[in-house]
Structure formats: C-alpha cells, structure tokens
C-alpha cells in the first residue's frame, strides 16, 4: 500500500471515528437530560432576574463559554439542548445567549492548540482571529435587544422552513457551505473587476429574494397578483395566504414532556457505535502490511519490515539488494579492534553498570558486523574482563536484540530489483496462501459488518415510523456472520503463525540479503502488528453489538401485545 492510499484511508477512518465519536456523545448528553435533569435545565437556561433584566442573559453566555470549554466542542454543547428547545422547555430567546457563549467558548481550544504548536506566534494569529471574529458578532449583534430580533427571527423562518419541507436543511447546508464559497473561490481567479461584477450580481440576487419574500409575508398587498401566487410545492411559511391547519393551536408554542424520547432505544447508541468500530477497525487493519512485522533496533540500522495478507512492505525494498555469501570465520585481530573503544571504557569502575553504557556495547556490536557474526562479537564480548556487575547483562542484550531463532540459508544472484516498496508475499514468503485466506476472511467479515451496520442504522432512524423488527434482526445476523468470520481470521493467522515459512530479509550486516527459515511466528520474533490487533478490536466491538441487539430484540418480543382476543373481547 503506497503513502497516498494509506493516508486516504487513514483521514477517512479518522473523520468517521470522530464523527461517531460526537454523535455517540450528543446522544449519550441527550440520554442524560431527561426528566428531572431537563426540567433542572430548563429552570437554569430559562434564567430571569427581574429586576436586572438582561444580567441573565449574560450569566448564559458565560455558562455556555464554560460548558463549551469543558467540553471543547460548541456542537456537543448546543446540539445536545436543541431538541429540548424545540419541545419547548428552553425558549429560544434563552438559547441565544447560551450559543453566543458556545461559540466564544470554542474559541479556547483553536488557543490551547496554538500555546502547544512549535510556531506559537503564527499560531495565536490564527487562534486570536477566530477569537476577536466571533467577540466582534457578539458585540455587533447581541448587547442591543433591537439588533437580537434579527438572528432571532432569521433562526424560527428557517426553523419554520424546515418543518415544511424536510430538504431545507439538507439544500441550505449545501449552498451555504459548499455552492456559495466554492462559486466565490472560482469567481476570484478571474481578478478583482471580476470578482466584482459577480459578488455585486450575487448580493442584489440575495437582497431581491429577500426583499421578495419579506413583502409576500408582511405587505402583500403592494406586491403585483403575479407575485402574490401561492404554487403547490412552495412551503406553507413562504406562502401568501398558506391553508388551514386542522389544529387552529398548532401555532401555539407547546411545551413537551421533559422525557425527552422516551420510549427510544436508549442502548441503541451503543450497538451503532460499536459497530462503526467494527467498520472502521476492519478497513484500516484487513488493506495494512502490519499483520505482522519485524522490527530492528535503532544501532541495528536495518529498514524495518511490515507483512500484511497479502503484501510485505519495506523501505529495503525501494533498492536492488542480492544474496549475500556466508561472512567467514574473523581472525583475532578484527574481533580486537571491535572491542578497542570498549576495552578502554571497561577500566572505568563500575563502567558496564553505568547509565549509557549500553551505547558503547552497540557500538562495538556495529563496528563488528562487517566482518565477523554476532556470535562471534557475543563469545568475544563475554571473554574480555569489564568492570562492574553488568556487563554479561549487556552483551546479552546487544545480541539478543539482533539474533533470531530462525536457521539461515545462503542463495546466489538478485533477491529483489529496485522498485515499489510494496511486494507481493509470494515474491517474499512462502506461506503467502495461509496469509491471504486470513485476510479473505477479513474482508469477509468487513462486507457483513458493513450491511449489519447499515441495517441497524435504518432500524435506528426509522423505528417507530414504520415495523423495523426485520431489519433489527437481519442486523444482528449480518454481526454474528461477521463475529464468526473474525474469528475464523484470527484461527487462520493463529495457525500461520506456527507454520514452518521462509522469508527473504536483509542479514544483520547489511552485507545482503538471505533466506531465513522456520516457524512464521520465530521469524517475525512474535510480534503481531496492529492489523491483528485491530482484528482482535473489530471482535470485541461486535461482541458488544451482538449482545445490545439481541438484548433488544428480547425485550421487544415480550413487550409485543397479544394478537389473540381475550374473553369476552370481540375478535376483530
């Protein structure tokens, strides 16, 4: 996998990880703010003190820049009190202050960032701006109750707007975050005349729909009958004359239970979390070379090695390397001249027990590799006299982190041409057929788990509109397949693991490349990448969706009424 797909992948994991993360915290606050706790919200966000009548407002804001700062986010903060303001327990005149807070609230975490960035004056430029901005709106439109009846009736039009027609949001979201700055972005390379002319052409567009629409709703009758029409499929709040209601006090604000949904699935948050763990642990774990790895030390110097299902990763890999001949017995003064600056060192009192010590022992082990094998350099090592209680402890060290229990065997000729870091595992391994039935049942259980997924979210949202049982119980077919696949990946990588294998590596001289045999597991120095990791994860994660949605389906089945009449009832 080259460097662009892996980061493709990754960005996406990682806005979908964030993303469920927010959603799954506003629902868990929602969750929270029932009953009593919403009733104790409402008598705190619908603060008055009469006879300071603004000075509540501004405690709002204060409290709104405080929960936000605690939080650090203004969505979680005021997406988790919208829905008790649209049942009416907040008033809308009360939730403006708590979002002019919310947003100078958020502001402090752009703050924090840039106090810990390497460039911090560029940095608090960049924080301070988003800073003054949103200071400057609230001076501009909040201190002076005249100036709030704008944002205010802005925010019930397009909440009104909304509740006819159910694209609104959808449409206003992408024109105004999308169609708009993207068409203003193209409009500015053509130079500032014309940017002009079109940002002018734009704005009396603007200025004319809302000319046009605040005349049709309060003087209609200096507008021509051309424009006083009320088509079929204009919404009813941007109609002239809109129908009767058949409820004449659907207009009258009505202020809801404070159970705020409370027959919902409450658990249900976290099946769907759990299961967009599953998605998100299988997509970067199944394509990745970290299955399993091998990884060098630091005075080893050799690139490291990544094996995945189906390709073996390294930098190595990048330059022609070939096989190299068996390094010959060193003669006494080459294995001397390892160990002059050692040696030397060794006088020292208590030198090998010494903080840093090791550093000369790894440098003795690598001014060695060229001509002589590690154990030659670890007999060597133990012979010579050093002062200290340590040093036997060290020369183990140094070979016991290049050494492997693999037996080698020397080839003749070219081990790889220079090329795509990236190599297919037949061209490296030999037991590339079990990696890849491994990673076919990963992504086999990534295609289930993505369904059962997809069909739990539809029972999620449309439950209670319409019987979703069946979708709630192919969900949790579709967990269970992918459940079994996961754990037959697991079994299949577990029995590659004690598979005898052979695998082309660079020798720990770096003189060349050999072939190193025996158990996958000795190989690879059992060490399991974060790809079975992951896959253990994903597991976990649909262990926990599993067990929500059968909890569900249980309570469901007994709560379901009796379809047979009783005694003395009439069948229907």
């Not at 016991?400 to 090329?419: D, E, I, K, N, S």
Request: charged share 15%; proline share 4%.
């Amino acid at each position: 996998m080259s460097d662009g797909v892996a980061g493709t992948i990754l960005l996406i994991v990682s806005l979908l990880l964030l993303t469920a993360c927010l959603v799954l915290l506003v629902k868990t606050l929602q969750t929270v703010f029932r009953g009593q706790a919403a009733i104790w919200m409402k008598s705190l966000l619908n603060l008055e003190f009469k006879r300071v009548p603004f000075i509540a407002d501004y405690i709002l804001i204060a409290f709104g820049a405080g929960i936000t700062i605690l939080m650090q986010s203004s969505s979680i903060t005021t997406s988790t009190l919208t829905p008790l303001v649209g049942i009416g327990l907040i008033k809308l005149e009360k939730m403006f202050p708590f979002t002019v807070g919310a947003n100078i609230g958020t502001t402090v975490t752009g703050i924090l960032s840039a106090l810990a960035g390497s460039n911090i004056a560029t940095g608090m430029t960049v924080a301070m701006s988003h800073l003054l901005f949103n200071l400057v709106g609230t001076i501009l439109w909040f201190p002076i109750p005249m100036m709030r009846r704008v944002p205010l009736s802005m925010a019930r039009f397009n909440g009104n707007l909304a509740a006819d027609s159910k694209w609104y949001p959808l449409v206003y979201t992408v024109l105004v975050f999308f169609l708009v700055p993207g068409l203003l972005f193209i409009v500015s390379l053509g130079g500032p005349a014309v940017a002009g002319v079109f940002i002018s052409l734009i704005l009396l567009t603007l200025l004319s729909l809302i000319l046009l629409v605040a005349l049709r709703l309060l003087r209609p009758s200096v507008l021509p009958g051309c424009l006083k029409r009320d088509p079929a499929w204009l919404p009813r709040t941007l109609m002239v004359s809109p129908p009767e209601e058949l409820d004449s006090s659907a207009d009258a604000v009505v202020t809801s239970s404070a159970d705020l949904n409370k027959d919902a699935w409450w658990q249900g948050s976290a099946a769907w979390a759990a299961g967009w763990f599953v998605v998100m642990l299988l997509v970067v774990a199944v394509p990745s070379s970290q299955w399993a790895s091998l990884h060098y030390t630091k005075f080893d110097s050799r690139e490291h090695v990544g094996i995945g299902a189906w390709a073996t990763c390294s930098k190595a890999f990048t330059k022609e390397a070939n096989y190299m001949v068996p390094i010959q017995r060193c003669s006494s003064l080459q294995i001397a001249n390892c160990f002059t600056n050692l040696t030397s060192k060794c006088a020292k009192e208590e030198f090998s027990s010494a903080d840093g010590a090791n550093v000369m022992y790894e440098k003795s082990w690598s001014a060695c590799k060229a001509n002589c094998t590690t154990e030659e350099w670890f007999a060597e090592c133990n012979r010579i006299p050093c002062s200290g209680s340590s040093h036997a402890q060290q020369c183990y060290n140094v070979s016991a982190a290049v050494l492997q229990p693999f037996h080698v065997t020397y080839r003749h000729g070219r081990a790889w041409a220079a090329g795509s870091m990236c190599r297919p595992n037949k061209d490296i391994l030999s037991n590339a057929s079990a990696l890849a039935h491994a990673g076919n049942l990963g992504i086999t259980a990534l295609v289930a788990g993505i369904v059962a997924q997809a069909l739990l979210l539809l029972y999620v949202f449309l439950d209670g509109k319409r019987d979703m049982n069946l979708f709630l119980q192919a969900s949790l077919a579709g967990f269970v397949c992918c459940w079994i696949f996961l754990v037959a990946t697991l079994w299949v990588f577990a029995d590659a693991l004690e598979q005898e294998s052979t695998a082309i590596i660079i020798h720990d001289s770096k003189k060349g490349a050999i072939v190193a045999g025996g158990k996958f597991k000795d190989i690879v120095a059992n060490e399991g990448g974060i790809g079975a990791g992951f896959v253990i994860g994903a597991w976990v994660c649909a262990s926990i969706s599993i067990a929500v949605i059968s909890h569900r389906l249980y309570v469901t089945s007994v709560k379901a009424p009796d379809p047979t009449p009783q005694a003395g009832e009439p069948a229907v």
